[in-house]
């Protein structure tokens, strides 16, 4: 009788139990996390921009889409969270800052989500935010009157019979910036198509040929320096490339563009570099001679390409009796 009855109450017990589970469950509404936040920010910027940032996107899913309206909080690198529905950034000082914002639920801060997007502020003017071994001010130098003041200096040095320069051409009358940012201009320099290359020049400056380039010879290390942007290094070290600068021409891995209509991209910024040559192609006049460097070998090496087809960047020479 006993275990008669014990097995009746246990019976009743896992009825019950299932009845509250299921009450729970219908009760308890659980929704899923939350999803697609984003905000748009300007990759490079000076000092003294602000920028006005508005979050967008955010929502549930199509099923449970939640609230219509979310909390959002912003701060700056590891600083303190500040709430806000917009966020005002004002860019002091050369570095990198990193926004994150984050929409949560009003009603349950538990359901949230975070976006971030990191600015780089620079100083164009050469030495502040590109600076390195090899990259410093000479008194040879001049001053290209088509451009800004302070974002036209070209430092050169001879070699041989010709004065080089020693950092990339910048000219914004022609040519594309880094992510189509103008601020990227001087510190980088801008990337050319050959027929805007062949022009780029100041006056009294032209391209160098395949066979000037010759002269500076194939090993890689003596056009290398050790550069930075920022603080990010630019050639990453690698054992069997020597990056010695001897010819101090200071040789940076700006990368190249690939020129469209609408939407030019950019590749390689940090692990190559490529300059346009006057020389033309025999077999193809369609095709001009380029060098470039990769950071991994240590070897100038040269080839050709559609003159139209990439953009990539200058450096300018004349006959040093000039």
């Not at 390689?268 to 077999?283: G, H, K, M």
Request: charged residues 25%; aromatic residues 14%.
């Amino acid at each position: 009788m006993k275990k008669r009855l014990l097995l009746y109450t246990t019976l009743a017990l896992a009825v019950f139990s299932a009845i509250s589970c299921k009450k729970d469950e219908e009760e308890t509404v659980v929704k899923p996390y939350l999803y697609g936040l984003e905000f748009d920010l300007a990759t490079f910027a000076r000092p003294g921009q602000t920028f006005t940032l508005k979050p967008y996107g955010v929502f549930y899913t199509e099923d449970e889409p939640g609230v219509e309206k979310f909390t959002y909080k912003w701060r700056v690198n590891s600083g303190e969270y500040q709430e806000a529905e917009t966020f005002t950034l004002k860019v002091e000082e050369v570095g990198n800052y990193t926004v994150t914002c984050q929409a949560s639920d009003p009603d349950n801060n538990y359901y949230a989500t975070t976006a971030s997007r990191t600015i780089i502020v620079i100083d164009p003017a050469l030495g502040k935010t590109l600076t390195g071994t090899g990259i410093e001010l000479w008194d040879e130098h001049i001053t290209d009157s088509r451009d800004k003041e302070g974002e036209s200096e070209y430092y050169y040095i001879q070699i041989g019979e010709l004065d080089w320069f020693r950092n990339n051409l910048a000219w914004t009358g022609e040519g594309l910036a880094y992510e189509n940012a103008d601020v990227t201009s001087y510190p980088l320099g801008r990337y050319y198509t050959w027929d805007e290359a062949m022009e780029a020049c100041p006056e009294g400056w032209r391209l160098p040929t395949n066979e000037e380039w010759d002269f500076l010879g194939i090993d890689a290390g003596p056009l290398m320096c050790d550069a930075y942007l920022n603080s990010k290094k630019m050639w990453e070290f690698w054992p069997d490339v020597p990056r010695t600068n001897t010819l101090a021409l200071a040789v940076i891995p700006a990368g190249y563009a690939l020129p469209a209509i609408t939407t030019p991209t950019y590749k390689r910024l940090y692990d190559y570099a490529a300059f346009w040559t006057a020389t033309v192609s025999e077999e193809n006049p369609s095709m001009a001679a380029y060098r470039y460097i990769h950071v991994q070998e240590n070897e100038v090496r040269s080839t050709y390409a559609e003159k139209g087809s990439l953009a990539l960047s200058v450096r300018c020479v004349r006959n040093h009796a000039d």
